[in-house]
């Protein structure tokens, strides 16, 4: 089968099924590309803990060498741990992950140098033409690679940067879920930094593991996070953490064992970034909660909306100037960690907000569940430039805005967002009101119409 860029390349990664769609071959041509797009000397190289992952970081590195330029290898890290990197090094990068698919996955994430943007419309555009229709000759001497641990500085950064954390002692479980948490976690919560802090850790599917034996490192989908809700109510708990397969997620569970959900987490930490910064700027995917605004005005700041995605999400804290973004995915984005996102970095904020409070998550967390959501809903086969004009139509009396797909407003506060996904041949339905009978009310009727 012909590898073709128009296939592996997504909005805003590289996903594909190996060897099928992505082999070594084409992925020593894509090491080339990205050293021709970015005109780099040097390029830093990091890897997951997928088994196709070595062999497709060993062609990357090749073809990033034949076009003169010098590697870093960071070997076995998370994709904030290559942010870290970036970040410190002022170096552009690739990751080899397919972050939350199944093991028959591999692919790449990218960042320019200080973990900037790397996207649809900021780089990948520019590598799928060169790989389409002009990939340059290797010329010149060959470049060498360099191995480097960061693990200890990543650590170190993120505890420097993370809000202090106060007198509470506190117990939570972490699930790596066979990924690379098992790295990045470790890193940050060194044996000094819980005691100093009395966290005490339980450890669950720490060992890399690119076969998933034990669930797969999709935290999203509830039973991939049911061990971690039955641990946490089991050893009372205060808190349960789950990470995806690279590790840039970071999903949260009280101690009911009740997954709480990115926006709730957004309301919440948003709000406690403006108590430090008042009226700063909060960043958003255009499907977080109404919560997250009216948490972030009640303190006088700023909601601005993009579409999902990480590139995406970093060109618009960039641009804003936010302190403090988030996507309903579990991704959480930071302006002190170079506008970009981390699941460990998260779990600092969390267990800081915490440690103020000598009430329960679920307690603390009461304030910002006010609305009712369906949950992420995919619909097969649709095609969205059918379907998203014909549910507009239907509802052309309504508020409407196309941050992200379709989103159309109500005078009750009801409200939905109907888009084509990034990553995948389906639709993505989310719908929210003050009320589960009207938020199921509303997506039987827009399912309905999306069928007819």
């Known amino acids: 089968m012909e590898k073709r860029p128009d296939s592996y390349i997504k909005a805003y990664d590289i996903r594909a099924l190996i060897p099928d769609e992505l082999d070594e071959p084409e992925m020593e041509r894509i090491g080339a590309a990205f050293v021709a797009v970015m005109s780099a000397e040097r390029v830093l190289v990091g890897r997951d803990m997928r088994a196709t992952s070595p062999a497709l970081a060993s062609a990357f590195s090749a073809g990033a060498r034949s076009q003169g330029a010098d590697v870093v290898d960071i070997g076995l890290v998370s994709v904030d741990m290559l942010y870290y990197a970036s970040g410190a090094m002022s170096l552009p990068g690739a ?24 996207g649809q419309d900021s780089g990948l555009d520019l590598l799928r033409n060169l790989l389409l229709h002009s990939l340059p000759s290797p010329g010149g001497a060959t470049g060498h690679t360099y191995h480097v641990d960061v693990s200890a500085g990543f650590g170190r950064h993120l505890r420097e940067v993370a809000p202090e954390i106060g007198s509470r002692p506190l117990k939570a479980v972490f699930d790596a879920g066979n990924g690379m948490a098992g790295l990045s976690v470790p890193a940050a919560f060194d044996p000094a930094f819980r005691a100093a802090n009395s966290l005490e850790w339980d450890q669950l599917f720490f060992e890399l593991d690119g076969t998933f034996p034990n669930h797969e490192a999709n935290p999203l989908v509830p039973e991939n996070i049911q061990a971690l809700c039955t641990r946490v109510v089991e050893t009372g708990a205060d808190v349960g953490f789950a990470f995806d397969g690279d590790a840039d997620r970071c999903f949260v569970v009280d101690e009911q064992g009740m997954p709480v959900s990115a926006s709730t987490l957004m309301a919440w930490l948003g709000s406690l970034c403006l108590n430090t910064r008042p009226g700063a700027v909060i960043a958003t995917n255009a499907i977080a909660s109404h919560a997250v605004r009216e948490a972030v005005s009640a303190k006088q700041g700023r909601v601005v909306r993009g579409p999902a995605g990480h590139s995406f999400m970093k060109e618009l804290m960039a641009r804003e100037h936010a302190v403090f973004g988030g996507e309903h995915a579990g991704h959480y984005y930071f302006s002190e960690f170079w506008n970009a996102d981390s699941g460990v970095l998260a779990a600092l904020h969390v267990l800081a907000g915490m440690s103020r409070h000598d009430q329960p998550l679920s307690r603390i967390l009461a304030p910002y569940r006010t609305y009712f959501p369906s949950g992420e809903i995919s619909i097969e086969g649709r095609d969205g430039n059918v379907v998203l004009p014909k549910v507009q ?48 009310s509303l997506v039987e009727e827009i399912l309905g119409l999306v069928h007819t």
């Not at 990751?95 to 790397?118: D, E, L, Q, W």
Request: charged share 20%; glycine share 6%.
């Open 95 to 118: 990751m080899i992950t397919a972050s939350h698919n199944p093991a028959v996955y591999n692919g790449v994430k990218f960042c320019r140098a200080k973990a900037g943007p790397f």
């Open 393 to 440: 139509a239907h509802y052309g009396d309504h508020a409407a805005d196309h941050v992200d797909g379709l989103s159309v407003y109500f005078t009750d506060d009801s409200w939905f967002n109907l888009r084509p996904s990034n990553t995948e041949p389906v639709l993505r339905l989310n719908v929210e009101s003050r009320s589960p009978q009207r938020t199921q």
